[in-house]
């Protein structure tokens, strides 16, 4: 190393903290379903009509924890592409979520949360691009 330069922190950047942000939520997503599935289901804005409904809660447990695994996973490696990537394909969930929520005329408070994780991922995605060019610049 030069004595100029700097060592490279990928810690030191947005996408960074943005990707561990959605990997942490995702596992504590799936930490709630355990604890309460129909508190959560009335959470994303889609109450059960009865608690022997609750099988699509642990369906999206189920996903939650792979998704937060792998992305913890990809974080650890520093495989900052395949992160950016997961954030874009990511978009389906809270744009479905959305929709969901939308159709069952659900509250507004509750879509616009859903939005919300659909403008991090968009974030997530750009800060990850620009994490990524940094990564493979050192």
Do not use: C, K
């Not at 999206?60 to 974080?75: K, V």
């Amino acid at each position: 190393m030069n004595p100029g330069t700097r060592s490279f922190n990928p810690r030191a950047h947005a996408g960074y903290w943005l990707a561990a942000l959605l990997a942490v939520s995702q596992l504590y997503n799936a930490v709630r379903v355990a604890l309460d599935p129909i508190a959560f289901a009335s959470y994303m804005g889609v109450p059960l009509a009865a608690a022997a409904d609750a099988g699509w809660v642990w369906i999206y447990a189920g996903r939650a924890l792979f998704m937060g695994l792998f992305a913890a996973w990809l974080l650890w490696r520093s495989e900052f592409r395949v992160l950016r990537v997961m954030a874009m394909l990511a978009l389906v969930m809270p744009a479905g979520d959305f929709y969901q929520v939308f159709q069952a005329q659900g509250p507004h408070l509750t879509l616009a949360r859903h939005a919300l994780v659909g403008a991090v991922l968009v974030a997530a995605w750009w800060a990850l691009g620009r994490l990524q060019q940094r990564a493979a610049a050192h």
